[in-house]
Nanobody
Framework: QVQLVESGGGLVQAGASLRLSCAAS????????LGWFRQAPGKEREFVAA???????YYADFVKGRFTISRDNAKNTVYLQMNSLKPEDTAVYYC????????????????WGQGTQVTVSS
């Protein structure tokens, strides 16, 4: 069992940066693949970035070059560094964990945090 808690969201202006954190409790964190997803009002949850337990990274096309996913296994934490934020990045951001390789499908993730709100003003 893994519990996930996101933090770091907030209200920023377009062009600013934020770093989201997702702290995990439970066993064998280093063996989990981790992902960041987001959900805007009235829209489905969409893939943002994922990181396999081997360190392989995956990104949605709309964040490539702007967002970076990383993990610190010693701190049981996964991060999402978000630069050059745009108003269309406004959403609730969720982190997910799964026992196998990284995936861009939210249905593949077994564990989820409660989400953190990111609002980007123009």
């Amino acid at each position: 069992q893994v519990q996930l808690v996101e933090s770091g969201g907030g209200l920023v202006q377009a062009g600013a940066s934020l770093r989201l954190s997702c702290a995990a409790s439970g066993r064998a964190f280093a063996s989990y693949a981790l992902g960041w997803f987001r959900q805007a009002p009235g829209k489905e949850r969409e893939f943002v970035a994922a990181l396999s337990y081997t360190g392989y990274t995956y990104y949605a096309d709309f964040v490539k070059g702007r967002f970076t996913i990383s993990r610190d296994n010693a701190k049981n934490t996964v991060y999402l560094q978000m630069n050059s934020l745009k108003p269309e990045d406004t959403a609730v951001y969720y982190c997910g964990a799964r026992s196998y390789g990284g995936s861009s499908s939210p249905q593949d993730y077994n564990y989820w945090g409660q989400g953190t709100q990111v609002t980007v003003s123009s």
